[in-house]
Structures are given as C-alpha cells and as structure tokens.
C-alpha cells in the first residue's frame, strides 16, 4: 500500500470515527502526518505481524507492553475505555493485543493516543526532524532507521497535503 492509500482508505475513515468518540482530543494536520508517517516506517503501510515472529502487529506495529503504557497512563486511562468499549474489548492489554491484526480502528486509535502520552507538542508539519523524534520517544524502536525515515516522512506529508479525501 501507498501512503496516499492508506491515508485514504485507512487513517481518515478511522481516524474520523476516534474523534467522533474522543473529541476532547483536536483533530489536527500534524497528527495526520505523524499517524500516516509511522506506519510507513514501521510497516511499509501493510497490516502484519512482525516478520520472523517478531511480536508487533499491525500498520503501526504496536507491541503489548506498549500498549500496556497507554491503557495505564493518566493522560489517556479514560479514553482508552471509550475506545476499547466501542469496539467490545476488554480495556487490557492482553485483549487489545490480540485484537489487533485487521482491527484498523483499534490500530488507529491505540496510535493516536500514544502520540497523546508524549508530554512534547506533535511537531510542525514538514519539520522532519522534529517528527522523527516525536517517533523515536513515542515507539522506543528497536532497530531504528533515520534513512527510512527520511523516505517514509515526505510520502505521508505529500499524501495529507493532496487533501482530505471522500471516504
């Protein structure tokens, strides 16, 4: 998948809903390219389970200890049980983690609100740099690849900067 695909098929159609259900968290064009760059990096915009039977899933690859701190932190606690409880999920870790594989509003949501834990502003859109940061404090990479980075980040700000499209 593209970004401009995923954009498109994936984080506006999702990402409407969660503000729909959040909406004390401001949709914003910098969480945009922050959610569509991510997964660029992360996962290529493909839904899978980490190759060589690594444990993070889906486009954001998101792992359970991960997912752990956000149900646990006092910035996101209460809008993670929104979250899970529109979706009929145990709000725990163990639920969300096996729940995840093909649930891309589950994925979109649980990205979203690791972005909210971060106690930095999200960086200006265009500030690479600045966002690659934001990505590095937020998904505590194992393996992290600046140059990846630098491929993945101007395809998600082309794609946002084409437009919202009609889902």
Known sequence: MTAAEFY?????????????????????????????AIPGQESNWENVQQANGGIARGFYQQQQNNLDDI?????TDAKTIIVCARLGIQP??????AA???ATKLQVAFARLNL?????????????????DTYIRC???????????????PQALAAIQQGTPTV
């Open 92 to 97: 725990t870790a163990a639920a969300v983690y």
């Open 116 to 132: 909210w834990c971060d106690p930095e502003p999200l960086p200006a859109v265009g500030d690479e740099s600045a966002a690659w």
């Open 71 to 75: 149900l646990n932190n006092r910035a």
């Open 139 to 153: 998904w505590r990479p194992g393996a992290p690849s600046r140059a990846r980075w630098a491929e993945v980040y």
């Open 8 to 36: 498109k098929l994936v984080l506006v159609p999702d990402l409407s809903w969660f503000h729909q259900i959040v909406p004390s968290i401001l949709e914003t064009e910098q969480e945009r390219v922050m959610l569509t």
């Open 100 to 102: 995840l594989l093909g």
